[in-house]
C-alpha cells in the first residue's frame, strides 16, 4: 500500500511517528506539496466527509496521504487542501501515543494512517503500520470496538451516525 506523508518539519524528530515509519519503510516523507500523489484520500481534519470502506479503491489503487503538521497553526484555506478532492476526516476515536494519550480525536499520524486502513478494511495494514511503535497494539485495542464498528458500515453517513450514536450514549 503507497502511504505518504507531507512533512511541515513542525515537529520534535525524536518523537515523530512519521519519521520512524520512514525508517521501517512503511511510507515516503514529501516536503513540496506538488508532490501529492493525485488521487490519494488525504487525511484532513477539516473535510465534510468521513473516511469509510468506500474509499476502498482509493486507498488501494492511489494511497493515503497523512499531514504531518501542526493543526494549530493550520487554517482550512491552506493550500494543501485544495490539491486533492479526496480529502477525508476520521471519526472518533481515542490517542494512545504517548504525547497525547487518551485524547480524543488528537492523533499522530501513525495512527490516523492505521485508522484510514483499518476503517476501509485494510486491518493487516493498519496493524503492520502500528508493529513498529511499542504503544502501537495500544491504539488498535483501545480503539477495537469503534474501529471494527466504523469498518462494518459501507458509506460516510453510515460511519458518522455510528460515532454520533457512540457520542451521544457516552455523553455526561
Known amino acids: ?12 524528530k525524536r518523537k515523530c511517528t512519521t519519521f520512524k515509519m520512514e525508517k521501517q ?14 488521487g490519494a484520500v488525504v487525511l484532513n481534519p477539516f473535510a465534510e466527509k468521513a473516511v469509510s470502506y468506500e474509499d476502498r479503491g482509493l486507498v488501494e ?3 493515503i496521504v497523512g499531514l504531518d503538521c501542526s ?9 494543501f487542501f485544495s490539491l486533492s478532492k479526496y480529502h477525508r ?8 501515543n504517548p504525547v497525547n494519550f487518551g485524547k480524543p480525536c488528537i492523533l499522530s499520524t501513525n495512527e490516523a494512517i492505521a485508522a484510514t486502513f483499518y476503517i476501509t478494511g485494510f486491518k493487516e495494514e493498519a496493524n503492520h503500520i502500528m508493529d513498529g511503535f511499542k504503544w502501537g497494539h495500544s491504539f ?20 458518522v451516525k455510528i460515532q454520533n450514536d457512540f457520542l451521544k450514549a457516552h455523553e455526561k
Request: with cysteine; aromatic share 10%.
Open 25 to 38: 519503510g512503511k511510507c515516503r516523507i514529501i516536503y513540496k506539496i506538488h508532490q501529492i500523489p493525485r
Open 71 to 79: 493543526w494549530n497553526k493550520v487554517s482550512k484555506s491552506a493550500s
Open 61 to 63: 489503487d492511489k494511497g
Open 140 to 159: 488498535i485495542e483501545m480503539n477495537y470496538d469503534l474501529l471494527e464498528a466504523y469498518s462494518d458500515v459501507k458509506t460516510s453517513e453510515e460511519l
Open 89 to 96: 476526516s476520521l471519526p472518533f476515536l481515542i490517542a494512545a
Open 1 to 12: 500500500m503507497k502511504v505518504t506523508v507531507f512533512h511541515a518539519n513542525e515537529c520534535d
